[in-house]
């Protein structure tokens, strides 16, 4: 409920700032992968960006934190954009959260909302138009809720044929014609939420709750490097 409200909040803020700020709020917390890149003019080279034959200019911008404020954004000009999301939370997000308590869950949804920053990041490296796309949304952080509890599910052996289907109807959605659904997101989003859930799970009970944290804080640190991949890897 915390995170709906903090959601809430600044979807409010974004409205206001659309319409008597330039859209400050939205801009200010969105992401886009020249966030990841160093500061300064970066070359590409002729033919490798559509509708530059001859070549261009990346200007990059190192600002790392909007990895994790996108998630926290909505598109003020398609309200069901943040109702679905919050909606989705609601409804699976409460049980995920009893299941494992509220701290687990808070970090669990931290790392699939970074995890689908960084799947768009990475798409980067095989498309250097998306470079110049910007996004906004929680739904990389909601897929990783989904995914985690299909995983949670599958370890009680409770039948998760339908959340199966749930998932790979809404990611069939992000490949429509004239969606503009950041389907890198949710998939970045799904792999991290499944993989902090199989560490949750694979480490529960009080006698390893050392463990889990050692191996929770380990994936933490994965995450912040990959973040970092595009000051030792360039993607033009």
């Known amino acids: 409920m915390s995170i709906i409200a903090v959601s809430v909040v600044v979807f409010v803020l974004q409205l206001l700032?659309?319409?008597?700020?330039?859209?400050?709020?939205?801009?200010?917390?969105?992401?886009?992968?020249?966030?990841?890149?160093?500061?300064?003019?970066?070359?590409v080279a002729p033919g490798q960006l559509a509708g530059y034959p001859e070549g261009?200019?990346?200007?990059?911008?190192?600002?790392?934190?909007?990895?994790?404020?996108?998630?926290?954004?909505?598109?003020?000009?398609?309200?069901?954009?943040i109702l679905f999301n919050m909606l989705a939370?609601?409804?699976?997000?409460?049980?995920?959260?009893?299941?494992i308590g509220?701290?687990?869950?808070l970090a669990l949804y931290v790392f699939a909302g970074l995890g689908g920053s960084l799947g768009v990041m990475f798409w980067g490296y095989a498309d250097t138009m998306s470079l110049l796309g910007a996004t906004v949304g929680a739904s990389g952080a909601?897929?990783?809720?989904?995914?985690?509890?299909?995983?949670?599910?599958?370890?009680m052996n409770v039948n998760v044929t339908s959340l199966i289907v749930l998932?790979?109807?809404?990611?069939?959605i992000g490949f429509m014609p004239g969606m503009s659904i950041s389907w890198q997101a949710h998939f970045g989003g799904m792999i991290v939420g499944a993989i902090t859930m199989w560490i949750i799970v694979q480490t529960r009970g009080p006698r390893r709750k050392t463990q889990?944290?050692?191996?929770?804080?380990?994936?933490?640190a994965l995450l912040i490097a990959l973040s970092f991949a595009y000051l030792v890897i360039s993607p033009v």
Do not use: C, K
């Open 167 to 172: 998932l790979a109807i809404n990611i069939g």
């Open 89 to 99: 939370l609601y409804m699976f997000g409460r049980n995920l959260e009893q299941m």
């Open 56 to 81: 261009a200019f990346i200007e990059g911008e190192f600002q790392p934190w909007r990895m994790l404020t996108v998630m926290f954004t909505h598109s003020v000009g398609f309200l069901p954009h």
């Open 102 to 105: 509220s701290m687990r869950f």
């Open 212 to 220: 889990q944290i050692i191996w929770l804080v380990a994936l933490a």
């Open 142 to 155: 909601i897929f990783g809720v989904l995914a985690a509890t299909v995983v949670a599910f599958r370890s």
């Open 17 to 43: 700032s659309h319409y008597f700020g330039r859209d400050g709020v939205t801009s200010a917390l969105w992401y886009s992968p020249t966030f990841s890149m160093a500061d300064g003019l970066h070359e």
